[in-house]
């Protein structure tokens, strides 16, 4: 297909492309100016389509991919790059799908089977019409951002943070705002980044962070919660990585903010990243709509992950011995790191990854963040994540690594490292 260009040789704009031709001066429009004749329609199904796909890639994601393709030709990988437990489905809740595959896994109720629902109201602490159950995370920040946002609305999105936040709102026609933070808030946000970002409608929170690891402490997360409130900004909470911590449980935001929109998932700690299946804690005020939204564009989540997540509820002593070996993980790859000369990293107290500041091995060689996972791939096997998929602005100089997988893997890893050089 020949590329569009203007007289003067750019990649002309979607006005540009749609302008008005001659024989549509003449079309009839309405009040607002619009032609009704068909190319007026086209132009709105351009425009949608232009910003669908200024949608950037999710890096990790391309990255596992390539890496999945070098493992096909016979490659040798060690996956430090996407953040999935090695761990399978848990025993009970397997042992609970076999015993219902005989059954009709159809259609559940919009908002998730009821004993399920009832599990998660106890465990959030509040009344079961909150709770709907969803196919991941990914859906449950879809309804989030549908329910509490116009096009065109502004909502803070931490940086480094979880790309997908960005990205989703960039699909939606929300502005994601980046708000920069760093070691000297811990890597958390303030009221003075706040400030510092202008008027918001929204802010996503994540705590524990992803790609930081870092964790909200009840000081902090009512700070920046009682400073929303007082702005009128709506809080959406990102709690996939509750119960992956190395610590006392985190803080949960519905203790400081009760009308904050929590968004969890079977994901992480319960081993389930392919099940597609979490929940959402949804203001009093908005189940409606939510549960609405999620009856036409959803239906429902798969039945038979629902019936696998009521089951794992229940198998904390198997989740916990994963956890451990979390925590056994991240002893390894920071020494591991250090011994590869990478030292500069946030403090993961939660969740499984290593975010690192490396410009010796970037910007002081001339490569960003993302030749270098790029050539680490290609030249030793080692498939990590780039930064820019978490930080537009800085993610050049740093890169995260998941310890997610075995132990094994994770030291060998990082012995290749560290005897790579640029």
């Given at each position: 297909?020949?590329?569009?260009?203007?007289?003067?040789?750019?990649?002309?704009t979607?006005?540009?492309?749609?302008?008005?031709?001659?024989?549509?001066?003449?079309?009839?429009?309405?009040?607002?100016?619009?032609?009704i004749?068909?190319e007026?329609?086209?132009?709105?199904?351009?425009?949608?389509?232009?910003?669908?796909?200024?949608v950037?890639?999710?890096?990790?994601?391309?990255?596992?991919?390539?890496?999945?393709?070098?493992?096909?030709?016979?490659?040798?990988?060690?996956?430090?790059?996407?953040?999935?437990?090695?761990?399978s489905?848990?025993?009970?809740?397997?042992?609970?799908v076999?015993?219902?595959?005989?059954?009709?896994?159809?259609?559940?109720?919009?908002?998730?089977?009821?004993?399920?629902?009832?599990?998660?109201a106890?465990?959030?602490g509040?009344?079961?019409?909150r709770?709907?159950?969803?196919a991941?995370?990914?859906?449950?920040?879809?309804?989030?951002?549908?329910?509490?946002?116009?096009?065109?609305?502004?909502?803070?999105?931490?940086?480094?943070?979880?790309?997908?936040?960005?990205?989703?709102?960039?699909?939606?026609?929300?502005?994601?705002?980046a708000?920069?933070?760093?070691?000297?808030?811990?890597?958390?946000p303030t009221?003075?980044?706040?400030?510092?970002?202008?008027?918001?409608?929204?802010?996503?929170?994540?705590?524990?962070?992803?790609?930081?690891?870092?964790?909200?402490?009840?000081?902090?997360?009512?700070?920046?919660?009682?400073?929303?409130?007082?702005?009128?900004i709506?809080?959406?909470?990102?709690?996939?990585?509750?119960?992956?911590?190395?610590g006392?449980?985190?803080?949960?935001?519905?203790?400081?903010?009760?009308?904050?929109?929590?968004?969890?998932?079977?994901?992480?700690?319960?081993?389930?990243?392919?099940?597609r299946?979490?929940?959402?804690?949804?203001?009093?005020?908005?189940?409606?709509?939510?549960?609405?939204?999620?009856?036409?564009?959803?239906?429902c989540?798969?039945?038979?992950?629902?019936?696998?997540?009521?089951?794992?509820?229940?198998?904390?002593?198997?989740?916990?011995?994963?956890?451990?070996?979390?925590?056994?993980?991240?002893t390894?790859?920071?020494?591991?790191?250090?011994?590869?000369?990478?030292?500069?990293?946030?403090?993961?107290d939660?969740?499984?990854?290593?975010y690192?500041?490396v410009?010796?091995?970037?910007?002081?060689?001339g490569?960003?963040?993302?030749?270098?996972?790029?050539r680490?791939?290609?030249?030793?096997?080692?498939?990590?994540?780039?930064?820019?998929?978490?930080?537009?602005?800085?993610?050049?100089?740093?890169?995260?690594?998941?310890?997610a997988?075995?132990?094994?893997?994770?030291?060998?890893?990082?012995?290749?490292?560290?005897?790579?050089?640029?």
């Amino acid at each position: 297909m020949e590329e569009l260009t203007t007289e003067n040789g750019t990649n002309p704009t979607v006005s540009e492309i749609t302008a008005e031709r001659p024989d549509t001066a003449k079309s009839p429009r309405t009040a607002d100016g619009c032609s009704i004749a068909p190319e007026c329609d086209n132009r709105r199904v351009i425009e949608a389509a232009v910003r669908a796909a200024a949608v950037p890639p999710f890096h990790a994601m391309a990255m596992s991919r390539e890496a999945v393709r070098l493992e096909a030709s016979g490659r040798r990988i060690l996956h430090l790059e996407v953040g999935q437990p090695l761990t399978s489905l848990p025993a009970l809740a397997r042992e609970a799908v076999r015993s219902h595959l005989d059954e009709q896994l159809g259609y559940t109720n919009a908002a998730g089977i009821h004993a399920l629902r009832r599990r998660l109201a106890e465990r959030e602490g509040v009344e079961i019409d909150r709770i709907l159950v969803v196919a991941g995370a990914s859906a449950g920040f879809t309804l989030a951002f549908l329910t509490l946002f116009e096009p065109g609305a502004r909502v803070g999105v931490l940086e480094p943070g979880y790309p997908c936040y960005r990205n989703a709102l960039l699909a939606l026609g929300i502005e994601p705002v980046a708000i920069p933070v760093g070691p000297e808030s811990r890597w958390a946000p303030t009221p003075a980044h706040l400030d510092a970002a202008g008027e918001l409608d929204g802010l996503v929170l994540a705590s524990p962070s992803n790609p930081t690891g870092t964790i909200l402490g009840a000081d902090a997360l009512a700070a920046i919660t009682a400073a929303c409130r007082a702005r009128g900004i709506a809080v959406i909470a990102d709690e996939i990585y509750h119960g992956i911590v190395d610590g006392p449980p985190a803080a949960k935001v519905l203790d400081h903010h009760p009308e904050a929109f929590v968004v969890n998932s079977f994901s992480k700690y319960w081993s389930m990243t392919g099940w597609r299946v979490g929940w959402v804690v949804v203001p009093d005020s908005l189940v409606d709509t939510v549960e609405r939204l999620q009856q036409n564009l959803y239906i429902c989540a798969p039945h038979v992950s629902q019936i696998a997540a009521l089951a794992a509820l229940d198998a904390t002593d198997e989740l916990d011995q994963h956890v451990a070996r979390y925590r056994e993980n991240r002893t390894i790859v920071v020494d591991g790191l250090a011994a590869a000369g990478i030292t500069d990293i946030a403090p993961a107290d939660g969740a499984f990854y290593v975010y690192a500041h490396v410009p010796h091995l970037t910007t002081a060689v001339g490569l960003d963040s993302l030749q270098l996972a790029t050539r680490w791939l290609h030249e030793i096997g080692v498939a990590a994540t780039s930064g820019v998929d978490f930080d537009l602005a800085r993610g050049h100089e740093y890169v995260r690594f998941s310890y997610a997988g075995a132990g094994v893997d994770v030291a060998e890893a990082c012995e290749l490292l560290a005897g790579w050089t640029p």
